[in-house]
């Protein structure tokens, strides 16, 4: 069956440090993956995309990649905040028209001070 | 530029009941995709409608239903309301391309209780 799973409902770090989210899928050949970051009480908000020919893909403090053989996609924020704290989700398209996306749980990440 | 709006934010109706939720989409965009999120499914495709037509639709009963009007704002109807009908209602909005890399821009949502 077809399943987008993330690595951990929740993360907690120590400010400065590195976040690492994954994102693993099964039984998927998306041409392209996004990541969504999404506050309590309000909707997702669009970070980054990366298609199936990068290897990985860079904004700020953000870095993601993606491994089509592992079935993989990772999402870093470096020199993390507090004000990183949020619940960030993957989500690829599962054919290849429209807009109909397939959405992971979303890992919950705290950056503690 | 206004965001993607949605209305009314809270909801709150009994079982049996239908509801009607609104999103007006950013101007320009033409695609406006509805979703479901609640804590135990997560985020769930409903459906997306392009220049008033549905052009994609996800695996929920046929009691979930939308239109999309001219000017793109769209509205979507939930009748015989459940009590696993409780969710938060997304909207999104997007140019209206068949690309994947076009971004989706969310709205707020309306949260939707039935009692």
């Known amino acids: 069956s077809q399943k987008i799973e993330q690595n951990s409902e929740a993360l907690n770090i120590q400010e400065g440090k590195t976040a690492t989210l994954t994102c693993n899928y099964t039984?998927?050949?998306?041409?392209?993956l996004q990541w969504y970051r999404q506050d309590p009480g309000r909707g997702p908000v669009f970070l980054l995309l990366?298609?199936?020919?990068?290897k990985e893909k860079r904004k700020e403090r953000l870095k993601v990649t993606f491994d089509t053989t592992l079935k993989q996609s990772l999402f870093h924020i470096t020199a993390s905040q507090p004000a990183d704290s949020a619940t960030y989700l993957c989500?690829?398209?599962?054919?290849?028209?429209?807009?109909?996306?397939?959405f992971g749980p979303g890992t919950r990440l705290s950056v503690l001070p | 530029k206004a965001g993607v709006t949605q209305t009314p934010r809270y909801l709150i109706k009994t079982r049996g009941q239908q509801v009607t939720l609104s999103c007006s989409p950013i101007?320009?965009?033409?695609?406006v995709s509805w979703y479901q999120q609640t804590p135990g499914q997560g985020l769930q495709f409903l459906f997306e409608?392009?220049?008033?037509?549905?052009?994609n639709k996800g695996n929920f009963p046929g009691r979930f239903s939308g239109r999309q009007f001219s000017n793109s704002r769209s509205e979507m109807n939930v009748s015989t309301l459940e009590l696993g009908d409780s969710a938060l209602y997304l909207c999104?909005?997007?140019?209206?391309?068949?690309?994947?890399?076009?971004?989706?821009?969310f709205g707020p949502g309306t949260r939707l209780l039935v009692l």
């Open positions: 039984n998927y050949s998306p041409a392209y």
């Open positions: 990366i298609r199936e020919n990068e």
């Open positions: 999104a909005s997007s140019l209206g391309g068949t690309s994947r890399q076009e971004t989706q821009y």
């Open positions: 989500a690829l398209s599962p054919d290849n028209y429209g807009q109909n996306f397939v």
């Open positions: 101007s320009g965009h033409r695609s």
């Open positions: 409608y392009f220049s008033e037509t549905q052009r």
